[in-house]
């Protein structure tokens, strides 16, 4: 389906060879998976073509059943197992479409990719340069320095990157403003993740006269919606409206659809919405039946995305934590995305992230890591201790504030959670140690 898109833009692309190419070299757990992966699409392996070989017959083309798989991309693993997510022929293309007409993107346009193409993100990055016939450039460092150059030299037009990335760009005291070397810089994306809006206010503050677009999703369903620049002094802290054919419903405990402000779980229908797991045996299944459908639904199917929100009258979404990142303490619900927000707007704080460590017998352990600007003076526990206090009751204050230099990071640049964990659960129950 992607090649027969391409068709019509650039004959050289479309009749372009791809191949399934199997590394000689590899562990037999990396060989293990590559080829349960290979079943699961039906892809046969392709003999590599060196020196004057014969070329190879039959490639890869979108001449096959539009609805089988045509990748299997795995989820981050941050908040639990990583998960092969099986995404379909037709439904590549669909997605780089969508994203093309998002950012307005033409063959002009010169992108940066920051991030691995087994992260959706990235990956999507790469395949709507080839529908827009953009040119992508591919810098294998986010040192913000690294960026910067790039961005100059190639006269990007475009980024894709993640929270982190951004982050490390504030870090640095560097600013992206479009004037001189930066010039051509049109936009960047927040994906992957969302920033504290006091985050935001910095990175537009940074980056002058770039447009900022965040967007929100997940592997299993590619964007569910997008804020866009215009947007953003509005509703910094909503994630966007729904665009391309994609549908979202809020739905209650009960099993029946939210109204307007109600909080719920988010829904997603229509474009995206993946095949299923590679081994969907104890995984939660987020692929069911949409309980929602209607005659001019765009599909019979929906993710169960896990995330609680809300939807307002004008069709924003919010955003309020994970159904898997609350915990009880003392009785009472805490949302460990709601207690990071309230760290995060402590002066000083660059960025926090909470998390919670299990006690046999007894309530969680809630601790925070925060990053610290790099204009302040050195926190102190005492002061991130006090303010904490002054924002939140006291069965959410955390028993731990630890401040790091900058987050341990999962392949596709978002912070390691479990390894965050792990470092709370060693100084609060084996060291003994709290803030």
């Known amino acids: 389906m ?57 490639p890869h083309s979108g001449d096959q059943d539009p609805d089988r798989p045509a990748v299997c991309l795995f989820t981050s693993g941050s908040t639990g197992t990583p998960k092969g997510v099986l995404i379909a022929w037709s439904d590549l293309y669909r997605r780089a479409v969508a994203e093309c007409e998002l950012f307005s993107l033409v063959p002009q346009d010169h992108l940066l990719s920051l991030l691995p193409f087994s992260f959706d993100v990235g990956l999507n990055q790469l395949l709507s340069s080839l529908v827009s016939g953009a040119e992508l450039i591919i810098l294998d460092s986010w040192m913000p320095v690294d960026i910067l150059n790039t961005i100059a030299t190639h006269s990007i037009t475009g980024i894709s990157g993640v929270p982190s990335i951004w982050l490390d760009l504030l870090k640095s005291r560097k600013t992206l403003a479009r004037t001189g070397a930066h010039a051509s810089l049109r936009y960047l994306t927040i994906s992957g993740g969302d920033m504290a809006p006091d985050q935001l206010q910095r990175l537009m503050s940074a980056t ?98 896990g995330d609680q929100g809300y939807v307002d009258e004008a069709g924003y979404l919010f955003l309020a934590g994970r159904q898997d990142d609350m915990v009880k303490v003392a009785g009472n619900r805490i ?4 207690l990071a927000a309230q760290i995060a707007g402590i002066a000083g704080v660059l960025a926090a992230e909470a998390v919670s460590v299990p006690v046999e017998g007894g309530d969680p352990l809630l601790a925070v890591f925060v990053i610290p600007s790099p204009d302040t003076e050195p926190l102190s526990q005492q002061h991130l201790a006090a303010e904490a206090a002054r924002r939140v009751p006291t069965y959410m204050l955390p028993r731990l504030i630890k401040v790091l230099p900058e987050y341990p990071l999962t392949s596709s640049g978002k912070p390691d959670r479990q390894s965050l964990r792990e470092q709370a659960r060693q100084i609060l129950l084996t060291d003994g140690k709290t803030a």
């Not at 997008?226 to 509005?234: I, K, M």
């Not at 988010?266 to 045996?281: A, F, Q, S």
């Open 2 to 58: 992607l090649r027969d898109g391409l068709a019509d833009s650039d004959e050289r692309l479309a009749r372009a060879a791809w191949w399934w190419l199997d590394p000689p070299a590899t562990s037999p757990r990396v060989r293990n998976a590559a080829e349960a992966v290979a079943q699961a699409l039906r892809l046969r392996e392709s003999p590599v073509a060196l020196q004057g070989a014969p070329e190879p017959s039959a």
């Open 208 to 305: 002058d006269g770039v447009q900022i677009f965040k967007t929100y999703g997940q592997t299993e369903s590619f964007r569910t919606s997008a804020l866009r620049p215009e947007e953003l002094h509005d509703r910094p802290g909503s994630v966007g409206r729904v665009f391309g054919r994609a549908r979202v419903y809020i739905m209650r405990p009960d099993g029946t659809r939210a109204t307007a402000g109600e909080t719920g779980e988010v829904v997603h229908t229509g474009l995206g919405v993946m095949l299923g797991y590679l081994d969907p045996i104890g995984h939660e299944q987020k692929r069911r039946r949409n309980p929602f459908l209607g005659p001019d639904d765009p599909s019979p199917f929906a993710i169960f995305t």
């Open 335 to 338: 949302h460990l995305g709601e």
